[in-house]
């Protein structure tokens, strides 16, 4: 039976029925890292235009940024700036017609202040509501050992839980760096996840909740040459091969992220989805595609950036200049860009939102 869905943000069992919905099409949907309502607007727009489903995700310097780079406090900014925009994509999602899953992105150890300060905010909203604020928080403890990146996200997890709330884990490192976590200076074998140790956090925290995991296969956050990121996709279907075949469970057990996605091979994009990923990051991609359309902007209307009237005809440069001209062009660079995410993904026309 085909799965549908009240437009919005998804939650609980709906948003286990959106991801079974992406693994049992073979398909993923793009999860887009948002700084402000005019970034989120053009996801949302983007989305129903493709007829698909989305990822908005918020990162801490997106929070901090969405709440004003002045604001006083900086912990605070990050949590109160990620719930602001949690909020504006509550309100509109559902007028958009699409399905949206709401999350946080990689929040290392010294960001757990950051994540339980928004289960504090959730699990508020929780109670007045009935659902949670978000859909998920991603913890990224894979600098720490094993034991404690699993033990860690088992706490955070009972406390997500039990407000239905999913966690996504890093498992290995994603090379490169976003928003001060990660680092370049990364051994070459920790990009590289161990099915071993996603059988271990399989058992520990499967009992708990729902969980996601960000399997590292060689991915690096950002873009680079061809030929310098060195993927091994079938590291994925190893981790899923191991945890069936040791659970007695059925294919493609574990529900899979891809990070680092700006700027991968199509073809290697297409071989994971065969072996469970439902979510692919892309970030890098869709900041070049916002700022390069401004850019081209600006050079084709130098004048209008120097002077309110043109010094030498008089005309008045308002329309160029206003805020909404320039913010909108932008807007129309993510979106072009990101209805390339999702055919890439194949998720254009699959929306499981109800029309």
Not at 86 to 101: F, K, M, N, P, S
Not at 138 to 146: H, T, Y
Not at 251 to 259: C, E, G, S, Y
Not at 341 to 350: H, M, N, P, R
Request: hydrophobic share 40%; proline share 4%; with cysteine.
């Amino acid at each position: 039976m085909t799965t549908k869905l009240k437009p919005g943000v998804v939650t609980g069992t709906d948003y286990l029925a959106l991801v079974k919905a992406c693994k049992d099409g073979r398909y993923a949907l793009p999860a887009v890292n948002v700084i402000g309502t005019s970034t989120i607007n053009a996801v949302l727009e983007a989305a129903a235009k493709n007829k698909s489903d989305v990822v908005i995700q918020l990162s801490n310097g997106g929070g901090e940024f969405y709440a004003g780079k002045g604001f006083p406090d900086n912990l605070q900014a990050k949590i109160l700036g990620a719930v602001s925009a949690a909020h504006h994509v509550h309100l509109l999602a559902e007028h958009y017609g699409v399905c949206v899953i709401m999350h946080t992105d990689h929040a290392n150890k010294k960001l757990i202040p950051w994540v339980e300060g928004m289960l504090t905010h959730g699990e508020a909203y929780f109670k007045q509501y009935g659902r949670p604020l978000f859909s998920s928080h991603m913890v990224d403890l894979s600098e720490e050992s094993l034991d404690e990146n699993i033990h860690e996200c088992a706490r955070l997890l009972k406390r997500m839980a039990a407000i239905d709330m999913s966690i996504e884990i890093e498992l290995g490192c994603t090379g490169g760096e976003e928003d001060g976590v990660g680092s370049d200076d990364i051994d070459n074998s920790r990009l590289y996840t161990q099915p071993e140790d996603v059988l271990a956090a399989y058992e520990a925290l499967a009992p708990i909740g729902h969980f996601s995991i960000a399997a590292s296969f060689g991915n690096v956050h950002g873009v680079y040459a061809p030929g310098n990121v060195k993927l091994r996709p079938e590291i994925l279907k190893n981790s899923q091969d191991l945890v069936q075949k040791i659970k007695g469970l059925g294919a493609n057990p574990l529900d899979l992220v891809f990070h680092g996605g700006s700027g991968s091979d199509k073809g290697q994009i297409a071989e994971t989805l065969g072996y469970g990923v439902f979510k692919m990051n892309i970030d890098t991609d869709t900041q070049f595609a916002f700022a390069k359309s401004v850019g081209d902007f600006v050079k084709a209307n130098a004048n209008a950036f120097s002077y309110q009237i043109d010094p030498e005809s008089g005309k008045p440069y308002k329309k160029e200049y206003d805020p909404r001209t320039w913010l909108r062009i932008g807007e129309k660079g993510i979106i072009d860009r990101l209805g390339e995410a999702f055919t890439d993904l194949k998720s254009t026309g699959k929306s499981v939102a109800t029309s």
